[in-house]
């Protein structure tokens, strides 16, 4: 069963209970974005969906999947890199400011025109605890892939955003995906911090910056965005939000280094209420709303 057929089966089963639903929060974002590479001349051009739901009820019970698309070609190859992702999660809130949940992604890296796929799938448990703006998040999986046979994957992560007020959001994370086998192992470590402020109705910037490392390669990538988004509801009458942000990924191993420039535009589409105005398509969005594994994260993050 590939993963559009999954998403569209877990779509079709939540219709129900949207019926029933007391609250509905989430989004979609169209991107477009523009890379360079330092000491290439080719450019890559990425296409990007980003969506995300969370249906919430009366008894405690919230629903939540989301769906990440990455269409990338290069100048002057004929073959195409895509990568998706398809996360589900189901969780319980006990009313005082505790919850739990468990969660199930899956992602897919794979080239036009090439037979075969390399796949991942991540599952595990979750808890938050919110109070007054503040919501602290913990979490624990396993992960199995075709391509590591006989490798024990685990993945923990820690995250934490802050509402200080209707203008200003604060977010960030730590995550590591580890891998062992034979009494030995490998740590991929990410740490992230991002933040978004909302100067008018209409106006709101937005900036990250993550650092992912690998320690047995001493491999460093580093991550930062900036951007704006604009309201465009008051002069449509339609719930539309354009944005631009600029990016530079920092790639260091072994002492050899080399950077990625990325110029990136989004269309967001957001639902229900008081829904945040930052793209998801967004280095500070891939911080604040982290996937439950380093390397995801961080391509979403650099693209």
Do not use: C
């Not at 990455?70 to 996360?87: E, N, Y």
């Not at 203008?167 to 030995?184: A, D, I, K």
């Amino acid at each position: 069963m590939t993963i559009k057929t999954s998403l569209g089966i877990a779509v079709l089963a939540t219709i129900p209970m949207f019926a029933q639903a007391q609250e509905f929060l989430g989004g979609v974002t169209l991107g477009y974005g523009s890379s360079n590479i330092s000491g290439v001349t080719q450019d890559i051009t990425t296409r990007t969906f980003d969506g995300r739901v969370e249906v919430a009820f009366g008894n405690g019970l919230s629903f939540g999947a989301r769906y990440d698309r990455i269409d990338a070609s290069v100048d002057g190859v004929a073959l195409d890199l895509t990568g998706d992702m398809i996360g589900l999660d189901l969780g319980y809130a006990f009313g005082n400011g505790f919850a739990v949940g468990l969660y199930n992604e899956k992602a897919k890296i794979g080239i036009d025109g090439v037979p075969g796929s390399i796949s991942a799938r991540s599952y595990g448990l979750e808890a938050s605890y919110e109070t007054q703006g503040l919501d602290f998040g913990a979490f624990y999986g396993r992960k199995s892939s075709d391509l590591l046979t006989g490798v024990d994957m685990n993945d923990y992560g820690i995250t934490m955003r802050y509402a200080m007020n209707d203008q200003l959001e604060l977010g960030g994370n730590f995550m590591r995906t580890r891998l062992s086998s034979g009494g030995s192992s490998v740590d991929f470590d990410m740490i992230g911090v991002a933040g978004s402020y909302a100067f008018s109705d209409q106006w709101t910037a937005f900036a990250g910056i993550n650092r992912a490392s690998v320690d047995l390669a001493s491999l460093d990538i580093t991550t930062i965005g900036l951007g704006v988004s604009y309201d465009l509801s008051s002069m449509a009458n339609f719930p539309g939000i354009a944005s631009l942000e600029l990016a530079r990924t920092d790639l260091d191993l072994g002492g050899s280094s080399g950077s990625i420039d990325t110029v990136r535009i989004g269309f967001t589409i957001p639902f229900g209420a008081n829904a945040n105005k930052v793209p998801l398509n967004s280095v500070a969005d891939s911080i604040m709303n982290p996937s439950h594994a380093v390397l995801s994260s961080t391509v979403l993050s650099a693209f």
